[in-house]
C-alpha cells in the first residue's frame, strides 16, 4: 500500500473500472419500460462486481412502491454458505419495508454473463422461485426459454406449477 493509500478503494467520485466488460440483453419488445430499467440495473450491477467463482448473477427486482432493489451472487468457499442475488435482493427489499408491512415484489430480473462475454437472462433457482413465490406469487420473473432464446415474463407462482402455499 502507498502511503496515503487506505486501501478503501477509489477515491469518492471516481467510478471503478467495470470488473468486466459483456454484450448487453437486448430489449424484449414484451418488457415495459420499468422492467427494462430493472435489465439495465442488472447488467451495470454485474459489469461492475463479477469475478468468476464469486459473483456469477445478478438480480435487479422492483417493489410495489417502485423502489429497485439489487443483489449479487455471493459464493462461499463451501458451497452451502452461497447465497444467491435473488436471496440477496429479496433481503434488501424487505430490509428497506416499514415495520409491519409485506414485502411485495412486482418484478424481478436475474442476469449472469456467459461464457461467449454476452449477458443472459436466466431463470431462478428452484429454491429461489420458492422464495419469490412465497412473498409474491404474482411477481413478474422475466426468463430465457431453452427452446428459442426468448426473454419471456412469467409469474412466480408459474415457475412452480404444483407449489404447496403456505400459510404465514
Known amino acids: 500500500m502507498s502511503a496515503g493509500d487506505t486501501g478503501a478503494g477509489p477515491q469518492a467520485g471516481t467510478p471503478a473500472a467495470p470488473a468486466v466488460s459483456a454484450e448487453s440483453v437486448a430489449v424484449p419488445p414484451s418488457m415495459s419500460g420499468p422492467d427494462a430499467e430493472l435489465l439495465t440495473v442488472a447488467q451495470e ?80 433457482c428452484g429454491v429461489c422461485r420458492e422464495l419469490i413465490s412465497d412473498y409474491s406469487p404474482d411477481a413478474t420473473v422475466w426468463v430465457t426459454t431453452p427452446d428459442d432464446d426468448e426473454v419471456v415474463p412469467m409469474t412466480a407462482l408459474d415457475l412452480l406449477p404444483e407449489k404447496s402455499r403456505r400459510a404465514w
Open 45 to 124: 450491477v454485474l459489469g461492475r462486481l463479477w469475478r468468476d467463482g464469486r459473483h456469477e448473477v445478478a438480480t435487479a427486482l422492483r417493489t410495489a412502491d417502485g423502489a429497485v432493489h439489487t443483489g449479487v451472487h455471493v459464493e462461499g468457499s463451501c458451497r452451502r454458505s452461497s447465497v444467491c442475488a435473488e436471496g440477496v435482493a429479496l433481503g434488501t427489499a424487505r430490509g428497506a419495508c416499514p415495520g409491519g408491512e409485506p414485502l411485495t415484489v412486482v418484478s424481478v430480473v436475474s442476469v449472469q454473463i456467459k461464457p461467449a462475454g454476452r449477458f443472459r437472462v436466466i431463470a431462478p
